[in-house]
């Protein structure tokens, strides 16, 4: 590895020590996007006990499949619709994220993401939630 890469490495790792939603989107490595992921599952089985037999499935499948790109979808929709999702990151004597960075997505960009998803303006959920991983990332 060339120096070059060395100091791209260390700046790339420091910004994910600081950010706890860049080291989610982008470190490849599912472990704690998967523990976010349970927290936030969690939550939803415990908070609405009538529950339809469809969520619960499609919880269980974004819980045991490896696949990011549901995992990214199930925290967007989160921190769109629960606000005990956006508590997790904020709420501690020192943040998980940067504060302003992270106030500025959930309540200024994420919102008409996710209305165009719903909307019908995304051709998938992978290009929903590339756009706003990227979104996200270049704040």
């Known amino acids: 590895m060339t120096t070059q890469y060395k100091q791209q490495y260390t700046v ?23 523990d976010v992921c349970n927290e936030i599952i969690n939550t939803v089985l415990t908070n609405y006990t009538d529950q339809s037999v469809r ?5 269980k499948k974004t819980k045991e499949n490896k696949d990011r790109v549901a995992k990214h979808a199930l925290l967007f929709f989160a921190l769109y619709q629960e606000p005990k999702t956006k508590s997790f990151f904020l709420n501690s004597k020192v943040p998980r994220v940067p504060p302003e960075k992270f106030t500025a997505f959930v309540e200024n960009e994420l919102p008409p993401l996710v209305e165009k998803l719903m909307n019908g303006a995304y051709t998938s959920l992978r290009a929903f939630v590339e756009d706003t991983r990227w979104t996200y990332v270049t704040l």
């Open 12 to 34: 790339e790792l420091n910004r994910q020590k600081k950010d706890l939603m860049y080291h989610i989107l982008v470190n490849t490595d599912a472990t704690t996007l998967d």
């Open 55 to 59: 969520l619960k499935t499609m919880l």
